[in-house]
């Protein structure tokens, strides 16, 4: 039987003009449906793990349409409450080469941004479950949804399951100070956590010395010293983080690290051409829960995470639409890209 | 030199599934822009007129797509103000023979519905103007909104412009108490009006006796007591009712009636097989305006009025893209669709 | 909680040209998975019902694919077993007016028409289920879908399920001989007959005297005949049967009748604009399962039935994506198509 | 063997809006190449005629385009000359309902309406070949292609070819003094003429008495009197008369007439809903031909025109793509639109 | 209040397979209006400024979308001359690697092409003007509008309006001895000349002593010479060189010099991975354009205008929609793409 | 007159979801015909050379249309039998960077895998053609198809037709076991072998010593001594190994060589940036036969196949749609993708 993991978040409605037109441009948008927890549920099912997503949609078509493509892939949906009066948007333009890739968000007063504590069965949803995962995207919705989340911690806490949070900051929902202050009252929860090069920074001012981000220069020393940090100051069981250099919209280099508490783990790193760099990071956290729920040692699980997240930057939407045989052909060194026959 | 028309209102993003798609079965959403008044604009201005739209828009790139679709064809946008967090939105699912069209609004918090007396320089936008227009549905967003057209009505009265209102009845918007007051406010500065089968009943309680919408018959004497009704309470000019006769979502009747205190004149009837019949009101009041503002006689423009809004029932999108010639031709009785070479 | 419905049959690949393009004019094929009890299941879903559907499908990206269709619906996949080389596939062609639509079958060797017995776990897919239906199709396949199927008969019959056919004859398929032979053993297990006018006389020899289906007129006593002798002969709890008008492609009549032994019930009838009409019979079907199961009296039945399948015939694809409160708006007269706000 | 008939004309790039909507709303446009005598010789090489294009068309992909369009349905483009500088245009916006479809033509200076005497290599092209067909538009295109339609028209006689040509008068081309003379003169090498109502009057001033096209009512002896003119005036085999009533742009009833020196033939008549009726009168002339060409009575020549044109309605494009058993199982009474499985 | 520009020459239509299709597999062409001059203008509304852009149009719907493109984009086409016979055309095949894009004109007999002294209010729409922009393509559609250019010109000096010129030597329209005596003689009239590599020489017989195009290698001492010959014989305040090294229709490297007279100033050097490539040059001439009339220095005014044009290689379509905050933002030297949100 | 070229083997129908989406994404696929000596005919009919191409299809609208794309392209195929009961499929999905594109099969009991001797009019087909063309491929696909392929080649030695064989080993198709003793036969009849660097280890057990296929190596070295072993072994006149380095989906290098007996030459060498890399290895073949058949010398004739297939890359769908000028121009050095105007 597959194992059970359950993620708690938005999922908004996606609306990107089709290729590399630009919003004044474009008279129709692609429509996905996607968010940071959605997209790990997704990716997580796409692995044949028996994944949950629980978030709270209107009761209408759109909501339906939401559903719908969770459901497609798997995911499922039974603990989504319904309600509230609409479902978060947001306008992805894609960019290419030196022009970045832009981001409208319409995502206030959507349901989930409105629930409260009662609007979920936790209790249910987590029955026969072994994770729990979130991002930091979701209690920046609100201090009710903040309420949320924690509500749904101590519940997995309590029936034994492990907690991941990718700390994904996001300074249009908050600001660092509200976000130092919530999420270090989540950490208490959390076994392990995934960031990026800002977030530890901007949620925790935990800075690795002389990174320059633009530049894109990776300062392996640095992310050293962030995880290791993280690790003490919530007493974690991992960290890992993800390495981008940027050196355009359509080319990316692409690796990770992890700490366990008593190595570092450095995984390979590939160079990108970019389909749709989207849900990147949230690919790369389904593939660490996979490696880890399947009992898989941290080098291998690392592997795995950066390998799945970088075949993510191929495929065009939020989630990750990969196979494990797919990721461990790539973790196993052919990225030639030769025709599969 | 054109005429000049100032229109008040809303422009939403519409997002549509192409062809009879429903919502679930999208995987695209055509993208217009419109809204009751942004349509009488452009249907104006593709007749020549010059027209302008106010409105309040968010400064983002899907504000500024909105202002480039009016734009595009040819609307005076420089009096739009541009703040608040999002535009509003709509969803429709275009239906077919038995089964109805769909619409999901989504138009909450939109800049418009929170705009506030202040925002807009009536009195730049009215400067040569001679007519202004605004629907039911603007007043219907908020108390704020409301106080926003009555400022414009004040202004657009002191200059000396008629002032048309097409009454336009939202239930999801306000209930008929409050539309029967605010509304019955306006009318005080309101010159002429336009609604259909229903608006009446519901924001003023004036129903035509005998009327079956459902059934679709049509009852001549009860329209003419409606016009009568409202002529006489609020001191008016003119009265126009648009008069549909639904056989399925794929065919329509079409025809109007009008009366200027001295007589009941009724339209020719046109059978319609429908490509899109969002907007079919607006093109009526554009196709009244256009007619009355160059001066065309009662009859006329009525028949004007009903044979531009027959022609939007075969245009896709919000709003009617034709030009003077073409409805005339229509009217003059040429509706045999014989390939114009 | 809801009810359980499972269906068994196959599910193919249908590859259409966009629009109403001829095959040699396509450069593309819309991609939609159907098949009879395929359709059903997911019209049932979209009821609400707990409905699972069974078939064989090869293992790779497009048995996936097929999958994922069905699950976006809301249908439970988990009995369909998984083999074979091939998914039975499609052409489809939309006809106009006087071109009528066209079929090119390619499902010769798909992983269902090459099941064996012991491939379906009948078991575990009827637990908690109240009803099992499948199609004339299936057995048509082979001999070794026609065991199939009757091993799922007997398993159903054992577990106390209602048992449901739609004869759905396929000259392309089976002899008239061949069909009379397998669907008369079957019909042993059968409650529910459904079958179109010209089904019975295809199968079993049961011919409407003077029916004339070409020029489109219903012989009202033909059918009461047909059914009468359909459940009579098989000793049968109801015969339904869907009786289409056909004035063009483009233009149909839709209505049906129901024999329970006692009474003849006819529906009303709808006139019917079309956008696709695959899976009329189908969604006929769904209509008339779902109000079985949850009480409703026959004549109710058939009306909910043939308001669903006179709602499928303006929807896109081969299944039925309507609710229940859409079907009884129809049903309850609404067949006006106004916009519904 | 094939029979072998040759057309010569223009061919022109057509461009289209996507579906319904208006040029100005377009953002692609979807392409065909068409023309009258090329939309014949399509039809026909679909009805598995040996058919021959001749043009002239620009050495450039656009030109070459034209020709893979006329190769890949079958027709002989070995005689195409190539040079000039462009291909003529015609922008096609598709009317529906009460609105008129329209041309916008863009044919000037195309490389066909360059050609002169010489450039085309009639007895070549006429080798094996029993029909020459070309329409009143090509003469029209200037005085050196009038040179060369004659110049073809007298290769054709000497080797004893069959003659036809559609009159097809456009008044955007030439006025009806100088279409008179030019085809008055070509008139000497015509055995068959097919014309629409407007045609007989705008070109030889023949006119049907009391005909009102635009009412939509037929005059049958006003047509009889047309045909009888034209026969007896030029000497002819044969006169055949397409009959359309246009109801709107979406429904048309569709017939024709016949006539051979003896006796009136008239056909059926097709109540058709629209799909494209650009080249319904070419569809008819290949109809005839391939009728005439393959030994068949006049009645039946006539009535599988009209079926075979009826058909054009429903098909995207200029030209019809329809075989001899498609149009005889609607010649035979089928026009019921049942699926073709 | 914003500064105004005027810009004159000829608007086409463009046609173009989708993606990377060849002109003879397309089925639809996208459609985008554009040209020299107009690409500049609708750039330059984009920047904010008042722009205007002169030419002249068939009075057709084709020419309607024309300029409804260029008022989408805020342009103001008030003084665009309506009359004449066609738009031009041009047709675009989109290259990719080792396949060079494909351009196939059918420009000749454009209303532009045949306009007359006279046809423009050039006084009107110079009215407030501080700028005149026109390009070496426009005088080369003919000696009259080249002496439209010059009536252009001179109205322009009249009123104190800077004046600028981009050589854009196309060969298809003139001899190198033709451009050289009507480009000499409106030299006069220029202040700021803006050139790519090959320009000078074909115009002017200038060349750049050693450079090589084809290789690939920018020759910085041989555009010094360019610039300084160019910058002395016509007595010039400014002159301006677009550098493109192209590695394969994907991959390009784009930068600029400047030279005032007393300084060279050469940019950043982008390496650009191309989604459009058309437009360039244009969008280098509006951002010099732009920064010269805002007051901005040499060496801003040529960055900006090297990551304005570096920006247009990204984007679809002739012309360049991009903020000036986004140029900005480039030039300051993020070009890593990362994702704005 | 043009040389003539005949081909024989399977063409398939090819589905693809757009763009860069996964089967499971994808909601229509696009839609082109190919296969291994059919992509060869279309590449010769596109350099003017007379291509025929031999294969047995189903006599339905889908066989039509696979027979309308080749005859599009000017292809000759009147020797294409018939009949049989479906064409074979194959699904691709296309790969982007780290991710590979995934083909899936669907063409067992196609028409031609189970066409039998006499099928096929060779000596018609024959006549007056010079070479004769299969891969490998074609006897895979059963021992009777197999045959068919030795009556082909005996009939065209004893026509004296040059005999060509691309090994094309296909793993899903045959044992290598298998391959090597069907093909060893046929060897008796080729006199030029085309193979890339797994063929003729898979087929024949020649293995190039030390070569790293998935580590993107060239042992060139390696590739002279595989030449030479077919050559030597099955007495040829000739042998061409095509070499690819695959750094990506996205990223090849592309290059090539050829053995006469005497010396080996090799190709300039290209960096490829793809758009559609089916199919590269039969442009190179059709790029040879062109070059060979006119005479070329081996030099030549293997440069101008390689930039043929170079420029295939670039070009979407199975066939090489370039002229024999535009792989003149890359061949002598302009890979600087400038636009061609």
Redesign the interface.
């Known amino acids: 039987m597959s194992k059970r993991v359950v993620t708690f978040g938005e999922i908004m409605l996606r609306?990107s003009p089709?290729?590399?037109?630009?919003?004044?441009?474009?008279?129709?948008?692609?429509?996905v449906y996607g968010g940071g927890e959605a997209n790990v549920a997704v990716s997580l099912a796409n692995f044949g793990i028996d994944a949950a997503f629980i978030t709270k949609l209107p009761k209408?078509?759109?909501g339906?349409?939401a559903i719908?493509?969770l459901?497609?892939?798997?995911v499922d949906t039974r603990y989504i409450a319904r309600g509230g009066?609409?479902?978060g948007?947001y306008?992805m333009?894609k960019?290419?080469?030196?022009?970045?890739?832009?981001?409208?968000?319409?995502r206030?007063?959507s349901a989930i941004s409105e629930a409260k504590v009662g609007d979920i069965d936790w209790k249910a949803a987590f029955e026969g479950a072994e994770w729990f995962h979130f991002t930091g995207i979701t209690p920046a919705l609100g201090d009710n949804v903040a309420e949320l989340v924690e509500e749904g911690c101590k519940v997995a806490k309590e029936m034994g399951l492990t907690i991941s949070c990718d700390l994904n900051y996001?300074?249009?929902l908050w600001s660092t100070e509200k976000a130092g202050k919530v999420m270090g009252n989540l950490m208490q929860y959390v076994n392990i956590v995934i960031a990026n090069e800002e977030d530890a920074e901007k949620v925790f001012g935990i800075k690795a010395p002389d990174s320059d981000?633009?530049a894109?220069e990776l300062n392996l020393e640095g992310y050293k010293y962030v995880a290791r940090e993280l690790y003490n100051r919530f007493n974690l069981r991992m960290v890992a983080i993800t390495l981008r250099e940027?050196?355009?919209?359509?080319?990316?280099n692409w690796s990770g690290m992890l700490y366990d508490g008593k190595e570092y783990y450095f995984s390979k790193k590939?160079?990108?051409?970019?389909?749709d760099?989207?849900g990147g990071g949230d690919s790369f956290g389904a593939g660490l829960i996979y490696s880890l729920i399947t009992g898989k040692d941290p080098q291998y699980a690392l592997e795995f995470a950066v390998?799945a997240s970088?075949?993510k930057?191929?495929?065009?939407?939020d989630a990750n639409?990969?196979s494990v045989e797919?990721v461990e052909t790539?973790m196993k060194?052919?990225?030639?890209?030769?025709?599969?026959?």
Do not use: C, W
């Open positions: 609306l089709p290729g590399y037109l630009r919003f004044t441009q474009a008279n129709s948008f692609d429509v209408n078509p759109i339906d349409a719908n493509e459901r497609r892939y798997g009066s609409r479902i948007i306008f333009e960019g290419a080469s030196v022009r970045p890739s832009k981001v409208v968000y319409d206030a007063h996001r300074k249009k981000v633009i894109g940027s050196m355009s919209a359509s080319d990316n590939y160079k990108l051409h970019i389909v760099r989207v390998a970088a075949l930057h191929t495929i065009e939407g639409h990969v797919e790539l060194g052919d990225a030639s890209g030769r025709v599969q026959r």
